[in-house]
């Protein structure tokens, strides 16, 4: 069983519509938790960390579900720039290097 | 912007031989660490380094190595390459008591 499984998509989303994904994870020790934004051909970047509690991020809500081991993003009033792969990433420690990824939701935002 | 900077950014090898990728970090970032991206796949750990030591490695094997350098800087050696070493190798470097991962730009490897 993969560390992190994401459903690759492509989502393709009306622009100003909401559309939200989950990912799942296996390590139940995991203790840190981030969604990664990667436009085509180009490095991750950090979108956002998710905290137990929920948290959002302007147009972005991240949640988490220790209990069940997932991970949800949620995108509201999507832009045409919010097109991209989404990675969800959990490192079994805080500050650790070695991160996990899943293989990404791919979100295309559609005029 | 992240700080990272890698070398080269693209690069065509024939099976067999043998690749340096590089890698340079911000001052103070004493953690980096190595992943491979095939395409359509999320990035594979590779191993990661601390103070010039390695301290973690994923599912690769030993024709991949590495090293860190006093000034920050990096290399990842791959030999003997494969077909499916074909990726694009991302760098990522953390310091202090931050939390925040950065990436570089990646080098993208193509094996023929």
């Known amino acids: 069983r993969k560390e992190v499984e994401q459903d690759p998509g492509p989502f393709n989303v009306p622009e100003g519509a909401t559309v939200a994904f989950n990912c799942t994870y296996s390590n139940s020790a995991s203790q840190s938790f981030f969604w990664y934004r990667q436009d085509c051909r180009k490095e991750p970047k950090l979108l956002m960390s998710v905290y137990s509690s929920g948290n959002e991020d302007g147009r972005f809500t991240a949640q988490l579900n220790r209990a069940s081991q997932y991970i949800s993003l949620l995108i509201r009033d999507s832009k045409l720039s919010d097109s991209a792969t989404y990675l969800c990433?959990?490192?079994?420690?805080?500050?650790?290097?070695?991160?996990?990824f899943g293989k990404g939701n791919q979100v295309v935002v559609i005029p | 912007e992240t700080g990272v900077t890698q070398s080269p950014t693209h690069l065509i090898k024939t099976r067999g031989q043998q690749v340096t990728l590089r890698c340079s970090s911000q001052s103070g970032h004493n953690t980096v660490s190595w992943y491979q991206q095939a395409l359509g796949q999320g990035p594979q750990f590779i191993f990661q380094y601390y103070r010039e030591e390695e301290n973690g490695r994923g599912n690769f094997p030993p024709r991949f190595s590495g090293l860190q350098f006093p000034n920050y800087s990096s290399e990842l050696n791959v030999n003997a390459l494969e077909l499916d070493d074909s990726a694009l190798y991302l760098c990522a470097s953390r310091g202090g008591t931050g939390n925040t991962i950065y990436f570089g730009e990646g080098s993208w490897l193509t094996v023929v």
């Open positions: 990433v959990v490192s079994a420690y805080y500050g650790n290097n070695r991160l996990a």
